[in-house]
């Protein structure tokens, strides 16, 4: 699978942010796809995710609320639809997939990363 992420940008404290994650290479039917983010000198952690096929999804406590993850089975593309975003929200952003299966929260769920794409928020 081959995972192509773009949207990020510089945005106020209290915009919206969409990112777009473009899948390729396979059938997601049997998939999960997610959201990651990493800050500077942190580690890079769980935001969102949602299974292809049923579209279950999943949240980060400090996103639910505030954050979506729509798909579009059409385009093969999953997004994370980011409003009154905070500063704390500026990290670069990671799409990563994995079978069905294997945990949805931590890195170690996921086989395929993109490349990743900034996201910073102003105060």
């Known amino acids: 699978v081959q995972l192509q992420a773009s949207g990020g940008g510089l945005v106020q404290a209290g915009g919206s942010l969409s990112l777009s994650c473009a899948a390729s290479?396979?059938?997601?039917?049997?998939?999960?796809l997610g959201w990651f983010r990493q800050a500077p000198g942190k580690e890079r952690e769980f935001v969102a995710a949602?299974?292809?096929?049923?579209?279950?999804?999943y949240y980060a406590d400090s996103v639910k609320g505030r954050f979506t993850i729509p798909r579009d089975n059409a385009k093969n593309t999953v997004s994370l639809q980011m409003n009154s975003l905070k500063p704390e929200d500026t990290a670069k952003y990671y799409c990563?997939?994995?079978?069905?299966?294997?945990?949805?929260?931590?890195?170690?769920?996921?086989?395929?990363w993109g490349q990743g794409t900034l996201v910073t928020v102003s105060s």
């Open positions: 949602i299974t292809w096929s049923g579209g279950f999804t």
């Open positions: 290479g396979r059938t997601l039917s049997t998939y999960k």
């Open positions: 990563a997939a994995a079978p069905v299966g294997t945990s949805v929260r931590v890195t170690t769920g996921y086989r395929y």
